[in-house]
């Protein structure tokens, strides 16, 4: 028989988990480059492997503290949006994808390769980098606290409510920025470079800061996605990044709040799907190992990619019209 | 909680480990590396101060072990009846002891000019066989717009169907290749059919047909994963003994799969420059709506790029499972950059700087080695398109006006 309770518990869970938050951080920032400035910007899981290495070595490698090692991570993510943008912010819009995609493999590459094991762990990745972030947790109760199925630890409450804050002020900071004068230019990049530039605008630089902002906002995701668990190099593969994209895509490109219900109904949605799956295969339902019923999500996002992108280009919370220049 | 929302990739904290001890006179050894490879993976470690090594992989398969006669102290090398590198297996338990007899001696050096003749020879095979991918990228993208991200689940199939004929089915190799070409004819067919024309018909616009891609490779891929498994499976008859042709060694397939690279890519050129489905592929490449006001039938011709395109990359596909060597789900995945790289490198669109560009990134791979550890190569190939978009960004072929 199916534990329905176990598996609307799990996907309860999923809803204010840290790592939705991270998605939902990711993705906002997916949508600055993408769903505000037109930026095809496929290398977000570099961003965050940035953010991720970077907190993590600045505490293990150099003794830095919690403050020092995000400024780190901060100041990495700004110099890799310069690498990235100078060649390719003046060409042709699948030019930056092209070669954001070939960036944040080069950086993962980096990351597993043994010549620097010393330092990034090689494939083993990193870990032993939380306790100075957790030292500034000012809960502190044994065992778990909460109600219903959000009972966690007091380090969990600490990831939950430092992710879900960020989150909050990014959006916060997101929404200002698009009513300022900066998010009008932004907006009209996306809808028209050469108009812009017809009114003296240097469109390079503004893209620029656009490749920033939204590559900081990945990093800081980083850094939230390794508090709940160890760094490894094989999470920031490829996949990581389309899964982001998926997100961004189901919630809404060009919306602030699109990215966060995005990432919330995504992770609620796969959490709910792998757990049927999973309990389905064990009561005999399928006849599939359980290891295929992992790698049915995986083809569900796939789909569901191909579908929203042609069915429901604006997601849940965007409007058709702030999608026109998608062509 | 804490592991329930990661992406779902698999973990690297490898379940199943070689390991060995490397001693000399019963004195242990410090810093000798040890090589572990196969099935695209590859990783190494020195010995520690007690001379153990110990090296996790990521499936339960065969792996050729390689001791690094260079780190030995002077004087000493692997004894004689030894072999090195060696194929190790594993046998029931997780783990797997390999251990290297060490005798006195002076080792037979490779001088380094035949080094760089052998990594040269490699990196043409690899290049060639990145050609045949990377033009029919190349036409894809030079007649719809679409950069195909799904190119490399195309790349895939052909050694998938090669390995469901020959291993699974029985078939002899050579039918079993003429079946797998087949079927990635067929698959392009009905990729275009099924997916690219209702969306060209609906005036879906190219950053969308490149999402759509996206998600479609992403679909192909673990599709490929849920009814293949995550293993790295053996062709029949893949790595042969090398033959020593002078101071290079290649095995009779590394010469076979040039030859057929060779002779494909001569063919396409032939297609391309002297047929009228050649002719009409260019026009439509150049303009298409002119193209379409001139009387070329546009939808047709895209059709045959698909169907060519695919065919090419399941042969592409084919030599990559022969070369790497092994068939796996993801191995397609494992080049798509550098098949990017190469056509970015030669200009995006153009055929012809698809194959110039596929042989600078194979032999730039292949020479990398001689100086970057081995885990590395790939980063050179995608820090030279970096480099390239910096200063030439219409690539080496291209012209200026597509870049815009």
Do not use: T
């Given at each position: 028989m199916i534990d329905w309770g176990s598996i609307f518990s799990n996907a309860a869970v999923e809803l204010i988990s840290p790592t939705t938050a991270a998605y939902a951080l990711a993705a906002l920032g997916l949508a600055v480059h993408f769903g505000y400035t037109g930026l095809l910007n496929f290398g977000q899981a570099g961003f965050m492997a940035i953010g991720a290495y970077g907190y993590a070595i600045s505490v293990l490698t150099f003794g830095f503290p919690v403050w020092g090692a995000v400024l780190v991570g901060i100041g990495a993510s700004i110099v890799f949006a310069l690498i990235l943008g100078i060649p390719t912010l003046r060409l042709r819009a699948d030019y930056l994808a092209i070669v954001t995609i070939a960036a944040a493999e080069i950086v993962r590459l980096l990351f597993t390769t043994n010549t620097f094991v010393a330092v990034t762990g090689s494939a083993n990745g990193l870990s032993e980098y939380k306790g100075g972030f957790r030292a500034l947790n000012p809960l502190s109760f044994e065992g778990k606290a909460g109600f219903g199925p959000w009972m966690f630890s007091a380090n969990d409450w600490w990831n939950i409510i430092v992710g879900w804050s960020v989150v909050i002020l990014a959006v916060l900071f997101t929404w200002l920025l698009m009513r300022s004068p900066w998010g009008r230019v932004i907006k009209g990049i996306r809808e028209d470079e050469d108009a812009v530039r017809a009114l003296g605008k240097n469109v390079y630089s503004y893209k620029m800061q656009s490749l920033i902002i939204g590559g900081v906002f990945g990093t800081l995701a980083g850094m939230i996605f390794i508090m709940p668990r160890a760094v490894i190099p094989s999470a920031y593969a490829t996949s990581l990044t389309f899964f982001i994209w998926a997100i961004l895509l189901l919630g809404g490109a060009a919306t602030i709040l699109g990215p966060v219900l995005g990432s919330i109904v995504f992770w609620v949605l796969l959490s709910f799907f792998s757990g049927f799956i999973a309990r389905a295969v064990e009561a005999g339902w399928f006849p599939i190992s359980e290891v295929q019923a992992g790698q049915l999500r995986f083809i569900l996002v796939g789909v569901a990619i191909m579908l929203l992108v042609i069915f429901r280009p604006q997601g849940l919370l965007g409007n058709k019209k702030e999608m026109s220049f998608v062509k | 909680m804490a592991e329930a929302g990661s992406t779902g990739t698999d973990s690297e904290e490898y379940e199943y480990f070689f390991l060995g001890n490397v001693q000399y006179e019963d004195e242990p050894l410090e810093g000798v590396e040890i090589t572990v490879e196969g099935g695209g993976f590859k990783a190494s470690a020195e010995t520690d101060a007690d001379g153990k090594w110990r090296i996790g992989v990521p499936e339960k398969a065969s792996y050729k072990v390689t001791l690094d006669e260079d780190t030995l102290p002077k004087g000493v090398i692997v004894a004689e009846d030894e072999e090195n590198p060696r194929t190790a297996e594993f046998g029931l338990t997780n783990t797997k002891s390999v251990n290297f007899f060490l005798g006195e001696g002076t080792r037979q050096t490779v001088s380094f000019f035949d080094q760089l003749l052998n990594r040269l020879a490699n990196g043409v095979n690899f290049g060639l066989l990145l050609a045949l991918a990377a033009i029919g990228l190349s036409l894809i993208y030079g007649t719809t717009g679409l950069s195909n991200f799904a190119h490399s689940e195309m790349i895939t199939f052909g050694a998938l169907m090669l390995l469901t004929f020959?291993?699974?089915?029985?078939?002899?190799v050579w039918i079993a290749i003429i079946i797998a070409l087949l079927l990635s004819l067929g698959l392009g067919w009905s990729l275009d059919g099924v997916i690219w024309k209702p969306l060209r018909r609906r005036g879906v616009g190219v950053i969308q047909l490149m999402i759509v891609s996206i998600g479609l490779s992403l679909a192909m891929r673990y599709t490929y994963q849920f009814f293949y498994g995550g293993a790295t499976r053996q062709l029949p008859g893949a790595s042969p003994a090398d033959l020593q042709l002078g101071p290079i060694s290649l095995s009779w397939i590394d010469l076979v799969s040039m030859g057929v690279s060779v002779v494909v890519l001569l063919g396409v050129a032939f297609l391309l420059m002297r047929t009228r489905i050649g002719k009409a592929t260019r026009a439509v490449a150049d303009n298409a709506s002119l193209a379409a006001t001139s009387g070329i039938d546009v939808d047709r011709v895209i059709r045959i790029v698909w169907v060519l395109g695919a065919g090419l990359a399941g042969l592409s596909g084919i030599l990559w499972a022969y070369y790497r060597p092994g068939v796996s789900w993801d191995m397609g995945f494992q080049i798509l950059l550098l098949v990017f790289a190469a056509v970015t490198l030669g200009g995006l669109g153009t055929a012809f700087g698809a194959l110039i560009g596929s042989l600078i990134v194979g032999i730039f791979v292949e020479l990398s080695t001689l100086w970057l550890p081995s885990d590395m190569k790939f980063v050179s190939a995608l820090v030279v398109l970096i480099l390239v978009l910096l200063f030439r960004p219409q690539g080496i072929l291209g012209r200026r006006e597509r870049i815009g």
């Open positions: - | 020959s291993s699974d089915l029985g078939f002899p």
